[in-house]
């Protein structure tokens, strides 16, 4: 599908990308011998742990201030990003208008967006018969996974490529794949939660909610407290930086021209691991485990009893510490106000409330964790279970269709500025070792 009327995000991009292209071609020719960082062994075989290598235009991970999404803080995010009325948690499609351009959208900006995707979002039957072909207890993560790719069908990018389609026309191309997945992945998505845990009963969009809302809508949860919260769970998970599982493998797979679809479903997989997105469903669990234990809301000294009953079985609390933040992750600040607001005696937020109070000193005596503090995954659990959604293999679901606003944003950015197939080189660890042996006597 494409646009018959140019949208004013897409005409934006228009005039930016050139930008972009010229002032990526400009660094490689004025600076493009000069080193940016060194790697060390401890770096090479431990994930490539704070290397810095990786572009990302879409957002940065600052170690205290927490994500930027193109500058600008959570905080920043939820006051200016337009809302559908006053006192709602903004539309997340406005983000991702933030995401692709680098500026603040006008209400009449998303709402054009969200004209768009109303226009875009039916799923082709086909998708559907894929999903229901499929056990009904296959993972969730693996439903929408193939669902992602079936649509790969629709590909506009194959299309004008097959065509002979000149390579600055990539961008628009990938714009074109993005919307429409984003309009459609909801859709797929809360269709496999029905089908899945609930009746099985197809709930169509309603055309009178935004993109965010939508998707709660068709989930069957029809409350204005959870269409809220959906909003600022969408924003909250969109992006972080282009170096996670997630976002950087939809990035490497785009880099070889393969289309958004397949960059989605791939980005999904990885997604679907223990130590990405299953980690927010791990969180809950401890948490709900730490209440059956001592039959409700603990207290203070219980939870200080069960972090280290925990700790000394040489298990981690899931949801606190990160490979980069060093401070409380802003993403569950948010979510937290957000309880505080609607469900201040829910007792899994008390809990989680008092796990806060307690947990961070405790890490900080048992001395291995280099960031104490929670991240989003400690908090966004507790606030799906509130509103009844309690199926956790799911949960993993939300984060993905949240994703893929960031991962489609650095694509679009990826194809306009010609960035290209990415190859790193590899060593054995018999040449890591000469390698560092020459370094130590130069």
Avoid at 240 to 260: C, I, K, P, Q, R
Wanted: aromatic share 10%; hydrophobic share 35%; glycine share 6%.
């Amino acid at each position: 599908m494409s646009t018959q009327k140019t949208l004013k995000v897409k005409a934006r991009l228009a005039e930016l990308v050139p930008k972009w292209r010229e002032e990526r071609t400009k660094l490689i020719k004025e600076l493009g011998d000069k080193p940016i960082d060194k790697v060390t062994v401890e770096q090479a075989l431990g994930g490539m742990r704070d290397v810095k290598i990786l572009p990302c235009e879409t957002s940065y991970l600052d170690p205290i201030e927490g994500i930027r999404f193109r500058g600008m803080t959570i905080p920043e995010v939820r006051e200016k990003l337009p809302r559908p009325a006053p006192g709602d948690e903004p539309y997340p499609t406005g983000l991702w208008y933030l995401l692709l351009t680098g500026e603040l959208p006008t209400k009449d900006d998303v709402l054009e967006l969200e004209e768009e995707i109303k226009k875009r979002q039916e799923v082709p039957k086909y998708v559907f018969d894929v999903i229901n072909a499929l056990p009904k207890d296959t993972h969730p993560m693996t439903q929408i996974s193939m669902s992602v790719l079936a649509m790969q069908r629709e590909s506009v990018f194959v299309k004008r490529y097959n065509e002979g389609m000149k390579r600055e026309e990539h961008w628009d191309a990938t714009f074109e794949d993005s919307l429409t997945l984003l309009a459609r992945m909801p859709v797929a998505a809360a269709y496999i939660y029905r089908r899945t845990y609930k009746d099985g009963k197809f709930i169509p969009p309603d055309p009178n909610l935004d993109w965010g809302a939508n998707f709660a809508h068709m989930m069957g949860i029809d409350n204005p407290e959870y269409y809220n919260l959906m909003r600022l769970y969408l924003i909250l998970h969109s992006d972080h930086e282009s170096g996670n599982v997630s976002a950087h493998t939809g990035f490497l797979v785009n880099s070889a021209w393969s289309d958004v679809y397949y960059s989605i479903s791939a980005a999904l997989n990885g997604l679907a691991g223990p130590l990405h997105g299953l980690a927010n469903q791990e969180c809950l669990k401890w948490i709900l485990d730490l209440m059956e234990e001592y039959k409700g809301v603990p207290t203070k000294e219980q939870v200080e009893e069960y972090a280290w009953k925990t700790l000394n079985s040489g298990q981690v609390i899931p949801g606190y510490g990160h490979a980069v933040l060093r401070n409380v992750d802003p993403r569950y600040t948010a979510q937290r106000e957000f309880a505080l607001k609607y469900c201040p005696d829910d007792p899994v937020f008390k809990t989680v409330s008092t796990v806060f109070e307690v947990v961070p000193e405790v890490l900080k005596k048992h001395g291995k964790a280099k960031n104490p503090w929670p991240n989003v995954d400690a908090h966004s659990g507790c606030l799906q279970y509130h509103y009844g959604v309690k199926e956790f293999d799911f949960y993993t679901v939300l984060f993905g269709v949240s994703r893929t606003m960031g991962i489609t944003a650095q694509a679009v950015w990826a194809r306009g500025v010609y960035f290209p197939i990415e190859r790193p080189k590899s060593l054995t660890l018999a040449m890591i070792r000469e390698a560092a042996e020459k370094g130590l006597e130069a």
